[in-house]
């Protein structure tokens, strides 16, 4: 299949078929086309059919939408949507019956490559993760629903967790209460998440992370630091059984942060800093290596060692970014700024991280975002 591109008219033709288009859908079609069987992410597609312009990333799917709509009567051209990243158009060849990606329909590499891309998940090697997504077709595999909410989630891609009907709620609520948490007073968040585990709206492995580990951070920063190491006694039992060893550092490193909090002595600090380095060393996670850096930061910070502490903290904030996990870290700011709240108020530090702090919350959406996110959450948890 072959079509024509009239760029002063916006016209595409082929097989004796002539559509008119829109200005900016016959650039996106001409862009598609002439990079056909590539995969585009809907941020590449603003940069490349909208420069210098600032439309939400909705803009693209709307335009999809229409397109494809338009181009219903010309056979062989197919605007594919590839889960968990963006957009490609494939158009059909002239050898029939030829399938030019057999391997989609193996079930072992399907199972293969989802293996694959949990381990990234596991390492938090995020842009490894986001690769595998782009490549979809090229590799010949298609990311199950779960594996492309996973990607939404890693490019910190809060709107589309709100709007889409792809994924059910439920599957979703997870990811969307952990940027909810992330907005306004810890102490409120607290109450909100004791009702939410109260209530068993998420499905069961990640009901038992919230309360084994997200609590502990929620607490700790609501400056109940007793409940966390309350809580954590529970922690270690569950991630001491089988299927849970990937838990231990991040849990090993949330004790250190908490003891932190909680004004444990030096000795019990250098204690648990020794198992937490040793654990990393046989488990070289990229986004527990950024957030122990991050922790360490923060206990030099506590000592008054401003440069040091700054130093560790922008080497735990640039592995996170070197990761490719973009909520990572939003989440470590999380914890910096609101440390430096209970200890550094009216610290030169303490402004300068607030200013981190509510740039990544900016660049979320999450400012914008707030009061849908608030409103969709608060409905369902107090649903009958």
């Given at each position: 299949?072959?079509?024509?591109?009239?760029?002063?008219?916006?016209?595409?033709?082929a097989?004796?078929?002539?559509?008119e288009?829109?200005?900016?859908?016959f650039?996106?079609?001409q862009?598609?086309y002439r990079?056909r069987?590539r995969t585009?992410?809907?941020?590449?597609?603003?940069?490349?059919?909208?420069?210098?312009?600032?439309?939400?990333?909705?803009?693209v799917?709307d335009?999809?939408?229409?397109?494809?709509?338009k181009l219903?009567?010309?056979?062989g051209?197919d605007i594919?949507?590839?889960r968990g990243?963006?957009?490609s158009?494939?158009?059909?060849?002239?050898?029939e019956g030829?399938?030019m990606?057999?391997?989609?329909n193996d079930?072992?590499?399907r199972?293969?490559?989802?293996?694959?891309?949990?381990?990234?998940?596991?390492?938090g090697?995020?842009?490894s993760?986001?690769t595998?997504?782009?490549?979809q077709?090229i590799l010949?595999?298609e990311?199950?629903?779960?594996?492309?909410?996973v990607?939404?989630?890693v490019?910190?891609?809060v709107?589309?967790?709100?709007?889409?009907?792809e994924?059910?709620l439920?599957?979703?609520?997870?990811y969307?209460?952990?940027?909810?948490?992330?907005?306004g007073d810890?102490?409120?968040?607290v109450e909100?998440a004791?009702?939410?585990?109260?209530r068993?709206l998420?499905?069961?492995?990640?009901?038992l992370?919230?309360?084994i580990?997200?609590m502990?951070?929620?607490y700790?920063?609501?400056?109940?630091?007793?409940?966390?190491?309350?809580r954590?006694k529970?922690?270690?039992?569950?991630?001491t059984?089988?299927?849970y060893?990937?838990f231990?550092?991040?849990t090993?490193?949330?004790?250190?942060f908490?003891?932190?909090?909680a004004g444990?002595?030096e000795e019990?600090?250098?204690?648990?800093?020794?198992?937490?380095?040793?654990?990393?060393?046989?488990?070289?996670?990229?986004r527990e290596i950024?957030?122990?850096?991050v922790v360490?930061?923060l206990?030099?910070?506590?000592?008054a060692?401003?440069?040091?502490?700054?130093k560790?903290?922008?080497?735990?904030?640039?592995v996170?970014?070197?990761?490719?996990?973009?909520p990572?870290r939003?989440?470590?700011?999380?914890?910096?700024?609101h440390?430096?709240?209970m200890?550094?108020?009216?610290?030169?530090?303490?402004?300068?991280?607030?200013?981190?702090?509510?740039?990544?919350?900016e660049?979320?959406?999450?400012?914008?975002?707030?009061?849908?996110?608030?409103?969709?959450?608060l409905?369902?948890?107090?649903?009958?």
């Open positions: 299949m072959h079509l024509e591109l009239n760029g002063s008219e916006y016209k595409v033709s097989g004796g078929l002539t559509i288009l829109l200005p900016k859908e650039a996106l079609l862009f598609l990079n069987g585009f992410s809907r941020e590449q597609l603003l940069d490349k059919v909208w420069p210098m312009e600032y439309p939400v990333e909705r803009t799917d335009h999809i939408y229409r397109l494809r709509k219903r009567g010309l056979s051209i594919k949507t590839i990243f963006g957009y158009l494939a158009v059909s060849g002239s050898l030829v399938v990606n057999p391997a989609t079930p072992e590499l199972d293969t490559m989802r293996e694959v891309f949990m381990k990234f998940h596991v390492y090697q995020g842009n993760m986001l595998l997504a782009r490549q077709d010949g595999y990311l199950d629903p779960h594996s492309s909410m990607v939404h989630f490019q910190g891609d709107e589309w967790l709100i709007q889409t009907d994924i059910p439920k599957d979703r609520l997870f969307l209460n952990l940027f909810y948490f992330f907005i810890p102490k409120v968040k909100y004791e009702r939410l585990i109260e068993k998420l499905n069961s492995p990640e009901q992370e919230l309360e580990l997200t502990l951070d929620l700790t920063l609501a400056g109940q630091p007793e409940k966390a190491l309350e954590l529970r922690s270690y039992q569950v991630i059984g089988p299927g060893e990937n231990v550092p991040v090993m490193i949330t004790e250190l908490i003891r932190l909090v444990a002595g019990e600090l250098e204690r648990l800093d020794g198992e937490v380095s040793r654990i990393l060393r046989d488990k070289p996670f990229l950024g957030g122990y850096k360490k930061g206990w030099k910070l506590r000592h060692q401003w440069a040091e502490g700054g560790l903290i922008n080497e735990g904030l640039q996170l970014d070197m990761s490719g996990f973009v990572l939003l989440y470590a700011l999380y914890r910096v700024y440390f430096c709240r200890f550094l108020n009216g610290n030169a530090l303490y402004r300068k991280y607030e200013r981190l702090f509510t740039a990544e919350l660049a979320f959406g999450l400012i914008r975002l707030e009061q849908p996110l608030e409103e969709m959450l409905r369902l948890l107090e649903a009958p």
